[in-house]
């Protein structure tokens, strides 16, 4: 188990700060960038000949969950880098090849793909005696070992897919959403009778996107309710003008000066006071078309963002159906006990967290959540950090981006984490909490980079 103290890190004598970054997507590369301009010697493993992960449609690692109409349901303003946006020029929501443009772009101008190995996969990484780890990677040329001080595990949280396990038999085909490519691929569903789980933004946009596309029913499966709204409001971006949307808002006065979880509560009061108020008829009108009824809590969990969900339903293109309760050969039951004929199942159930790479003492995923400090370091080690596992109201890049910079000042001396029992303490949950809010959690993030220097320097001054 590697040393937590109340100092900064010390790297061992004579060693380089080798630092290893898993996973080229968003989240790998802001790292990479980061911790390369912070004085760092970093290596970045990519397992897919291409970088930007979820973004490259139908990318070789067989993890991308992107389809071809994907576009960003973050505005640019919210998904920028603090030091990289998007071009003026380009939509508000790009599409998923602009994406992957754009995260090139962002290498190029910046000029580190020289620190990214792709086509290397890292099949495991185990921690040394006294801290750092021993990575097992499967590169170009074959199978190797290399040594690092300190690994960032920036890998993806949406790659592993959550499939339901119903009783019974379906005769149907039955895939997880991460394969839907198109109404065409992986199957031509054209007069198909479909049947979609999950109301997620995937199963919203899944279901209005093959209705419209000429399947026969499309039925959408929801076992819980949640609040729904729209990408935009007369053509104009619905998140356009809320505040906090992105790490580095300025966070007012009033706010700033609660303590850190009144804050959270606080907000989450006020922001859902407003969308109830904007949106509660129209959620109505979810529940009378047959949606479980929402959260009294819009922000218990995410919203889902669909423009066209309302219209398919209230059209008719798509039907509302409670949970499944078993699959009954070409059909299946929804609850109580309607059985409703179908040639396919869609399950666009999410995905589990995973790091097959990590032991499970190491990234203890079996809640599907990490207990983080400040969401990016474990409580026990000091040579390990997580980057890109959030659920924000509001776009994931940038957060990723604020976590890097943590990690940045933690390496190189600038930031030095508190006492154990503090760290114990604060620990929580990334993931089953209320949605995370981007501008509170930068404000978090810089002010324990702050009480970390100020530790820095007080250690400085002891004897
Ligand atoms: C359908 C969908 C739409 C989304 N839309 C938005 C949006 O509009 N706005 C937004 O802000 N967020 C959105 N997100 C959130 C999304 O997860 C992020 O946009 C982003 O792609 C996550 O970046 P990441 O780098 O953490 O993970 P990924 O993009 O998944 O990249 C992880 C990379 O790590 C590599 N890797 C994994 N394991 C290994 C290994 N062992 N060795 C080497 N390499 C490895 C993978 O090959 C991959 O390239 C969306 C997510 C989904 C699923
Ligand atoms: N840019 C875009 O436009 C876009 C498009 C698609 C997705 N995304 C992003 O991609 C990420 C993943 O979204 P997602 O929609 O794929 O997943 P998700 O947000 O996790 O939603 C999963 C849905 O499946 C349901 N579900 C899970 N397990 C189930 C089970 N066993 N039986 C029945 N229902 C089950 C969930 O219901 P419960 O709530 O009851 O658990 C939920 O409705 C999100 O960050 C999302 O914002 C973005």
């Not at 040329?141 to 379906?170: H, M, R």
């Not at 070409?330 to 589990?352: L, M």
């Not at 596992?389 to 943590?406: C, H, L, M």
């Amino acid at each position: 188990m590697a040393r937590i103290s109340g100092h900064p890190k010390q790297w061992p004598e004579g060693q380089g700060q080798r630092v290893c970054v898993v996973g080229a997507g968003p989240s790998g590369l802001t790292t990479t960038k980061t911790l390369i301009e912070a004085g760092l010697q970093v290596d970045c493993f990519e397992a897919s000949p291409d970088i930007g992960g979820h973004w490259v449609l139908g990318n070789p690692n067989g993890r991308s969950s992107a389809y071809r109409s994907l576009r960003t349901n973050t505005t640019k303003r919210m998904s920028r880098f603090s030091d990289y946006e998007m071009p003026e020029h380009w939509s508000e929501f790009p599409a998923c090849e602009k994406v992957r443009e754009w995260l090139n772009l962002y290498v190029d101008h910046f000029g580190f793909r020289h620190a990214i190995r792709t086509k290397t996969e890292v099949i495991s990484a185990v921690p040394r005696e006294g801290g750092g780890w021993q990575l097992v990677l499967n590169g170009p040329d074959g199978w190797y070992t290399s040594d690092y001080d300190a690994l960032i595990a920036a890998s993806g949280s949406y790659w592993d897919p959550q499939i339901p396990d119903w009783p019974g038999t379906f005769s149907g085909k039955m895939i997880h959403a991460q394969e839907y490519l198109d109404p065409e691929t992986p199957h031509q569903l054209n007069g198909l009778d479909v049947v979609i789980v999950g109301i997620g933004n995937t199963g919203c946009e899944l279901a209005c996107e093959i209705a419209k596309a000429g399947a026969g029913t499309v039925c959408l499966s929801a076992r819980s309710g949640t609040w729904i709204l729209p990408k935009t409001i007369n053509g104009v971006a619905a998140a356009e003008g809320v505040p906090l949307t992105h790490p580095t808002d300025e966070v007012p006065s009033e706010l700033a000066c609660l303590a850190e979880e009144d804050r959270e509560a606080f907000l989450a009061q006020r922001a859902s006071q407003t969308i109830k108020q904007a949106h509660s008829e129209r959620m109505r009108r979810f529940e009378h078309l047959g949606l479980p009824p929402a959260p009294e809590h819009p922000l218990l969990k995410r919203p889902t963002i669909s423009q066209d969900i309302l219209a398919c339903l209230e059209s008719g293109h798509v039907i509302a159906k409670p949970a499944i309760t078993r699959l009954d050969r070409d059909a299946v039951v929804f609850a109580p006990d309607e059985r409703v004929r179908a040639d396919v199942i869609i399950c666009a159930t999410g995905y589990k967290l995973s790091y097959p790479y990590l032991s499970q003492d190491v990234a203890d995923t079996r809640e599907n959540d990490l207990t983080l400090f400040c969401g990016i370091v474990p409580p026990d080690r000091d040579d390990l950090f997580f980057v890109g596992v959030s659920r924000p109201t509001g776009a994931f890049w940038p957060i990723a981006e604020a976590q890097a910079k943590f990690v940045a000042a933690l390496l190189t001396e600038g930031y030095s984490l508190p006492p154990a029992r503090e760290i114990e303490r604060r620990a929580r949950p990334m993931l089953n909490r209320l949605a995370l809010n981007p501008g509170l959690y930068g404000l978090s993030l810089r002010e324990e980079l702050e009480r970390g220097r100020r530790r820095v320097l007080e250690g400085e001054e002891l004897p």
